[in-house]
């Protein structure tokens, strides 16, 4: 996995992976009811559209099927859920890296941080994505070996010895536009 | 500064210099020492040993290669909020 552009691609991934898991894990036993589809604004439902065409439930009747928690949680503030789903549609979008592979590191990293939602959302993505149960006990242990790695080094406080073996990419910053 | 002294390649037993080259093999890459996990876990064979057997069937190509792999293991790592 040489480039950066994958790099930066895969950050941004785990970055709003949490962000997603840290509304719905941390907001699940709160008071706090999620906008329903069918009471929700137009630009809501409009947003709520889009989020069921990415995950695959576009064939869901108008206002109807289930928003994903976080979505849903959110969009009692229109305008930030459309920027928040804007940036999740971003991260996911298959560029450099397909979209399985980015929800195998979405799914990674939800069982490291013991996400509730997320692991389960990303598990029943990636079996919507195609990947069988060998390929999904494939990222589950890598997830548990690397998890174990992490607390030996840790506990033994070792240096990083293996960073500067990867190739440096020297290119310049992509010109993705503004939009 | 680590916990333990690492010691050098040098030190090991000739059984556990074994995991060495394994592991070599593994990154392909000539270290100038082995790596400081390769060295732990050569610390006691009977755990690295198996331990690093296990990574290597998670980290084989399967329906992931190894480099989304790598990638994944990186997010962990991450995740983990480990440095190593």
Redesign the interface.
Known sequence: MTGDDRWYEAAFVVGITNALNVVADGLAGAAMRPVEPTTAPPEVRETFTAIRAFYGRGDQPPGGGEIPSPFAIIAHDPAYLADVWAAVKRAFTERRLTRRHKTALAFAVSLTTRSAFGTAFHLGELRRLGVGEPGVMEIIGVTQMFSSYTKIADTLQLHSDMADIAPVDRSGVPDSGTG | ????R?RDASEYPESARRLFELSRQW?D?D?KEP???SR?MAWDPHFGGP?GR??K???AP???SR??????????????A???
Not at chain 2, 1 to 4: A, E, G, R, S
Not at chain 2, 67 to 80: H, L, T
């Open positions: 500064m680590p916990t333990v690492l990154f890459y270290f790596p400081a996990m732990v331990h296990a990574m069937r998670a980290m399967g329906e992931f480099g989304e792999k790598e990638m994944v293991a990186a997010a962990v790592s991450g995740a983990n480990c440095t190593y």
